[in-house]
């Protein structure tokens, strides 16, 4: 009764009426339902974003998937309402691939599932954004970041490559030195032949070939036993997104 008592100071005076003792009662149960569902619709996952579903259209046709392009509005702000970020001022959506990296993994995970036409609000603990360590003078380290976003559309993307696969020729799941300068041979014959500007870094990547090879090792073959494993390798390797 609490919140009919709230509402107006002498309503408990004339609850000795039973049609406004019911009356309140269902205004009760109305607010506690509204403010249930209200809340149903922020979502913490697992990793520790939250998702706000603020409106969905219905019927929901298109669903962002991963690998897909898709076009979104958004704006970015900190905690205290600085705006860091926002496709609004642009007047351009941005555009990008979902599930391949391109985006924070607050992204990654937040934009899955959306429809387009839907609109959610993001909030992203640091370590699903730009860390302890920020981004730019923009966003400082440890920021928790509030996106209001917008799909606007989705389209299917580029077909993700598995490098690893196309490198690893015997097919053991790591990546020798002969592998790796083998396929860098292969890229510089492509690129000789797309000619131009390209011809020219091929040439210059064949004669520093094996000390790219080198770096590649240094970067990559982290526990040192000469091979890269399929874990230690950085670049493109799952099949499907
Ligand atoms: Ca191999
Ligand atoms: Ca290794």
């Not at 409106?55 to 860091?84: I, R, W």
């Not at 360590?133 to 920021?143: E, K, R």
């Not at 790796?180 to 091929?202: F, I, R, T």
Request: glycine share 10%; with cysteine.
């Amino acid at each position: 009764m609490a919140l009919c008592v709230s509402k107006n100071r002498f309503f408990h005076f004339q609850l000795t009426n039973t049609t406004t003792k019911m009356k309140c009662f269902v205004a009760i149960a109305l607010t506690l339902l509204a403010s249930s569902a209200a809340m149903a619709e922020i979502e913490t996952t697992p990793s520790g974003l939250k998702i706000d579903v603020q409106s969905k259209p219905d019927p929901c046709d298109k669903v962002a998937g991963n690998g897909q392009m898709l076009t979104m509005h958004y704006t970015g702000k900190l905690e205290d309402g600085t705006k860091f970020d926002s496709s609004h001022d642009r007047d351009e959506p941005f555009k990008f691939q979902i599930g391949v990296g391109q985006v924070i993994k607050g992204w990654e995970e937040g934009v899955l599932g959306m429809c387009v036409g839907e609109k959610r609000q993001l909030i992203v603990p640091p370590e699903l954004g730009y860390g302890d360590q920020g981004a730019g003078d923009i966003i400082p380290g440890g920021a928790t970041l509030y996106f209001d976003i917008e799909l606007m559309d989705t389209e299917e993307g580029p077909t993700p490559v598995n490098v690893f696969k196309q490198i690893d020729l015997n097919d053991d799941d790591s990546l020798s030195r002969e592998e790796l300068s083998g396929y860098l041979k292969q890229q510089v014959e492509a690129m000789k032949a797309a000619g131009g500007d390209q011809a020219e870094q091929a040439t210059q990547m064949e004669d520093d070939q094996d000390k790219l090879v080198e770096e590649i090792f240094s970067h990559e073959d982290k526990d040192k036993d000469g091979v890269i494993s399929h874990e230690e390798f950085s670049g493109p390797k799952h099949d499907e997104l």
